[in-house]
């Protein structure tokens, strides 16, 4: 579904953006679903679980802690969603193999590359309330993303 998240905001006042220089790195640009949060830094234990279980069109947003130092999503992780059927990743943090990223059919926003990966320390949350571009996220949130930025709302903006 192709929508634009300008429009949206305009109609959903309640809409709330989030602020963060994000780049794009899937080859899906719009993209939206259901919130699923993840709570971590350095480490993407959480990620790599959520992303072998099935996604029915969910989005992981993910509270990296804005570090770029460790990657928190590659290929092979994305490459694992893209099979299980998630809708895209925001990741307020850093990832890795952008060349092969931009070929998977994933929507994936972060705010940058970094080719180390993560340590495996086990460590994070998941489904907790995430403060991520100065906006609260809620796993059950909505999410829309397009090259315009990432809006969250506490009701669909559009038909399920």
């Not at 794009?24 to 279980?53: H, I, R």
Request: charged share 20%; with cysteine.
């Amino acid at each position: 579904m192709v929508f634009s998240t300008p429009d949206l905001a305009d109609s959903a006042p309640d809409a709330r953006a989030v602020l963060h220089p994000w780049q794009d790195y899937g080859a899906v640009t719009c993209f939206s679903g259901v919130a699923v949060t993840v709570k971590c830094f350095e480490d993407n234990s959480l990620v790599k679980e959520l992303v072998q279980q099935p996604g029915n069109g969910r989005v992981i947003v993910v509270d990296g802690g804005c570090s770029l130092r460790r990657a928190l999503l590659g290929d092979q992780l994305a490459a694992k969603a893209v099979e299980n059927g998630w809708s895209g990743l925001v990741i307020a943090g850093a990832v890795r193999d952008v060349e092969i990223l931009e070929t998977l059919e994933l929507g994936i926003k972060a705010l940058g590359s970094c080719p180390q990966k993560t340590d495996k320390r086990g460590e994070g949350q998941l489904n907790v309330s995430i403060e991520v571009g100065g906006t609260t996220v809620c796993s059950g949130d909505y999410i829309y993303a397009d090259r315009n930025g990432v809006l969250v709302s506490a009701e669909p903006l559009l038909p399920l």
